[in-house]
């Protein structure tokens, strides 16, 4: 992917940038936000990383300038905020995701590749199926090959969620927001209690294993 | 400030109120004046008429002699040539009287003195009137010493009184002004102590309750507010840098322990994911200490929308259930369907709950039943949760909300003792009343919040 950089910090832009260049993406870093406006309308970038605070002009505005000018590149904002107001906003401004530093940098990349890959105007499908797994999302119903599974209602949505980010790696933070609107951090194994109960519906009664978890990371469906 | 006593809003009243009381005062007084001149006029004219007639009737049948008698009466009557006679005959003769030349003309004319050749100080005017009378021509006047005496104590009486009223009206008005300045410098002077940082700093209130008073107790319970913000402020300030300490040092302890391991040529991975954890640890302090913070600044309650509490219970039922079970724990939610809606923040009001469940998944044992209880009480919508662990003695009950505060038990377990604060936060934001009570065995909370107001109240 060719990502747009902009973070003023040095040591965190090459920290990011480096990381990123390692996933084998094309990196173009800038300080300033009034040079990644001129820069970002001109190129064709996949996902644009942001500062809040830069520069020139400020993560806000540089995401509704863009948004302005009819630019719908996704935009991450990385922030030391973590109010929830500065979230709300963010989002409110054109964001299309949100990360707090510090951060891990395995964090920042699942959320770059949900970000990156999601296709510009996805045709609603009806159905999801990972190898022989196939989910209903009209009947609301779950199967394996011929094995028919009942999910309850919450772990329906989490299996939704994994198997639309299918082969990209899906953090615990991210099932949080996403799945669950949680926009803190639980003091309880909440995600682990889920997807291990999950698990035993899904993976556990079959021979293969799809929901696989991504140390120190997260979890991720792949056949 | 003493300088400024012309800027000063009370004193300018008070002197545009004397000055437009002074001016209308000389108005009155000149229509007055005009007045009184007109009426001395007019009675100085029939004086001399009834005078002249008096005079005139004295001449019977051509006898001229009766009317010199009574003209000479007349003269001798007057002093200092107040009042004028003179009596001519045909040929033009002065044969009676005060004055040494007869004006030509009849009717009424006025002159001075001097025309009439009488020696009087200060050559004053004379009114005069002249009418023939049996072929003789009678002259009869008054000087206008009188009328202009009176004219001139009117005039200085008009003075003195009205230098009276402007020395009255700018002492009184001077008076209160200097009152309502010294209230305004008071006001002003503790802004000013405020302004460096006396926080604690009030105005004083009068007794009277008025405009100013009213001011003063506005601004006092806006220092009070802000008092208590920026304590709070302070407050975290000092948790935090009290809170992160720790957890630094501990950090700064691992990362030498891992320079340790690799001069001895030991693996240093062990040490560098203690210290990652310990990072994470102190970060997720430092997050809990700034949200608290700036709910407690109540800028959110902005965002405030009807909030439906069945769901927001529905949710933590949804996601915690399975996590007590985990645990061999049992967590149930009860509520009608639907509750009245309140005013509030979902997002803040799903971690509340969250806070409250989670802390007593982590600190009750397994067997443990936790009950979360939704229903309408009065004009107030009540969320109990209680359990049946081990609860916590009663004159602990008071700290739990205090921040960082954690029972002696439980340091051994994770948490970071911000929990409830956050909990007691998001309450207050709400306008919530929280219970908290002993069970035998557990504890229970209960947290009252105000049925939204309908039609949405405008704030």
């Given amino acids: 992917m060719r990502i747009l950089l ?88 054109g964001g299309d995701d949100y990360l707090v530093k510090p951060f891990a940098f395995s964090e920042l990349l699942a ?113 | 400030m003493r300088s400024g006593i012309l800027r000063s809003t009370p004193f300018r009243v008070a002197l545009i109120l004397g000055t437009t009381f002074l001016v209308g005062l000389i108005l009155a007084g000149i229509v007055a004046f005009e007045l009184v001149e007109h009426e001395l006029d007019r009675r100085m004219d029939r004086s001399i008429t009834d005078t002249f007639n008096v005079i005139s009737q004295s001449y019977g049948d051509t006898d001229q002699a009766d009317l010199v008698d009574s003209v000479q009466s007349h003269t001798r009557a007057t002093l200092n040539h107040d009042q004028v006679y003179a009596l001519a005959d045909a040929d033009g003769q002065i044969v009676s009287g005060n004055v040494g030349a007869m004006p030509a003309g009849t009717g009424w004319i006025d002159l001075p003195a001097s025309a009439l050749v009488i020696s009087a100080p200060d050559d004053p005017e004379y009114r005069i009137f002249v009418g023939s009378v049996g072929g003789n021509r009678l002259l009869v006047g008054s000087s206008f010493n009188e009328t202009h005496e009176i004219a001139r104590l009117t005039l200085t009486t008009l003075g003195w009184s009205s230098i009276a009223v ?92 891992a320079l340790g391991a690799e001069s001895k040529g030991q693996p240093v991975a062990p040490h560098l994911a203690q210290a990652e954890l310990e990072i994470q640890q102190i970060n997720s302090t430092f997050d809990a200490l700034l949200r608290i913070a700036q709910i ?90 209680s359990d049946d662990g081990p609860g916590i003695p009663p004159e602990e009950h008071d700290k739990i909300f205090q921040r960082l505060y954690r029972l002696d038990k439980s340091r051994t377990t994770p948490g970071n003792g911000l929990g409830l604060s956050l909990v007691k936060a998001v309450a207050d934001l709400h306008g919530a009343r929280i219970e908290l009570a002993q069970r035998d065995p557990g504890l229970s909370l209960a947290m009252s919040f105000p049925v939204r107001a309908r039609p949405l109240t405008d704030r």
């Fill in chain 2, 166 to 257: 402007l020395l009255i009206v700018v002492a009184i008005g001077g008076l209160m002004a200097r009152r309502a300045q010294r209230r305004i410098d008071g006001i002003a002077q503790t802004m000013a102590r405020v302004g460096h940082g006396e926080l604690d700093a009030r105005i004083t209130l009068g007794a009277r309750a008025d405009d100013i008073d009213m001011l003063a107790h506005q601004v006092n319970a806006a220092l009070e507010r802000l008092g208590a913000l920026v304590e709070g402020m302070r407050q975290v300030s000092v948790n935090i840098a009290h809170d992160l300490k720790t957890p630094l040092n501990r950090l700064a302890i691992t990362v030498e322990s």
């Fill in chain 2, 296 to 385: 407690e600044a109540g800028a959110r309650r902005a965002r405030f929308v009807p909030v439906q509490l069945a769901t927001v219970l529905d949710k933590i039922a949804d996601v915690y259930a399975d996590v007590a079970d985990e645990r061999g724990q049992q967590l149930v939610v009860t509520h009608p369907e639907p509750l009245p809606e309140i005013e509030g923040d979902r997002e803040l009001l799903t971690q509340l709950c969250a806070n409250v469940v989670e802390n007593s998944i982590r600190h009750c044992p397994p067997g443990t039943r936790i009950d979360v209880v939704g229903r309408l009480t009065g004009d107030r919508v009540t969320v109990t949760f």
């Fill in chain 1, 6 to 93: 902009v973070e003023d910090d040095k040591r965190t832009a090459d920290y990011v940038r480096n990381g990123l260049m390692e996933a084998g993406h094309i990196v173009d870093a800038l300080d300033d936000g009034r040079d990644a406006l001129t820069h970002a309308s001109g190129m064709n970038f996949d996902v644009i990383i942001a500062d809040r605070l830069l520069p020139g002009l400020d993560g806000l505005s540089l995401v509704k300038a863009l948004r302005a000018s009819g630019t719908s590149t996704p935009v991450l904002f990385l922030t030391a905020v973590n109010g929830v107001d500065d979230r709300v906003e963010g989002l409110e401004s």
């Fill in chain 1, 111 to 223: 959320r770059v590749h949900a970000l990156g890959r999601r296709p510009p105007a996805q045709v609603e499908k009806t159905t999801l199926q990972i190898a022989d797994l196939v989910l209903d999302l009209v009947r609301r119903s779950c199967r394996r090959g011929t094995t028919q599974i009942d999910l309850l209602p919450r772990e329906f949505a989490l299996l939704e969620y994994l198997m639309r980010n299918e082969e990209r790696v899906v953090t615990r933070t991210m099932l949080l927001e996403r799945v669950w609107d949680f926009h803190f951090d639980p003091q309880t194994s909440v995600v682990e209690t889920h997807i291990s109960r999950l698990r035993a519906k899904i993976d556990k009664p079959f021979e293969q294993q799809l929901l696989h978890t991504i140390r120190h990371t997260g979890y991720s469906m792949h056949a």
